[in-house]
């Protein structure tokens, strides 16, 4: 098994509608991340969190929530689905303040606003 | 954390030697130089960090001059399996989050 994991792998929603993606973890890290990536474009970061009771916004959190419901657990939220929210998006994870060669990311969610 | 600068794409043949430079003018005394790769349709993974000087190991070096304001990956004897984006990133060792720029996409060709 992937030590990260995420659901679903593909994705097609409709416009305004409600969308959980969730990651889940076998590594044990306490820091979870979620990042988008759109076509040529770099990963840029939407939302991270350090442990179950920490949530933070990254670059590009408008029209995002996220909930981290166990060490393991942490699931991006799209409360009205638009089609510039059609991308990539990666589940990451790390140890606590980790040198940068301490990242795991998942396979990744292929998600289409239609 | 210090912006980074690379080139958009490159494109090589089987079994040459592939350098990627990097720009990182305003790097900081405590940055690391880290590079990371992502294939097509996967999450990016490590594939070697430093910070100063030159660090090698199974997949690729890293040169870095004595100002550290620049740095090159090289990838020794390119298959097609290393066709890929590669990632730059500068920052301190321990830091909270990996901010990354568009990369440089290595297409290799037969």
């Known amino acids: 098994d992937a030590d990260v994991t995420q659901t679903p792998r593909n994705r097609i929603t409709k416009t305004g509608k409600r969308i959980m993606l969730e990651c889940s973890q076998t590594?044990?890290?306490?820091?979870m991340y979620w990042y988008r990536q759109d076509p040529g474009l770099g990963l840029r970061l939407i939302y991270y969190s350090f442990d179950v009771k920490d949530i933070n916004k990254g670059e590009i959190s408008d029209g995002y929530s996220v909930s981290r419901q166990a060490q393991a657990k942490f699931s991006l939220s799209l409360e009205s689905a638009i089609p510039n929210q059609t991308a990539l998006y990666f589940c990451?994870?790390?140890?606590?303040?980790?040198?940068?060669?301490?990242?795991?990311f998942g396979s990744g969610t292929r998600l289409t606003v239609v | 954390l210090a912006k980074t600068t690379q080139p958009i794409s490159m494109d090589s043949y089987e079994g040459q030697e592939v350098n990627i430079t990097c720009s990182h003018n305003n790097i900081a005394t405590n940055d690391y130089i880290t590079w990371y790769q992502q294939f097509p349709s996967q999450g990016p993974r490590f594939i070697i960090q430093g910070y100063k000087t030159k660090v090698t190991n199974e997949v690729a070096s890293l040169f870095i001059p004595a100002d550290r304001k620049s740095s090159t990956l090289s990838l020794p004897r390119v298959s097609l399996s290393d066709t890929a984006v590669y990632y730059c990133l500068v920052g301190p060792s321990g830091t909270d989050k990996l901010i990354f720029g568009t990369g440089t996409r290595l297409q290799v060709f037969p």
């Open positions: 590594k044990g890290h306490d820091r």
């Open positions: 990451a994870t790390s140890e606590s303040s980790t040198a940068f060669y301490g990242y795991t």
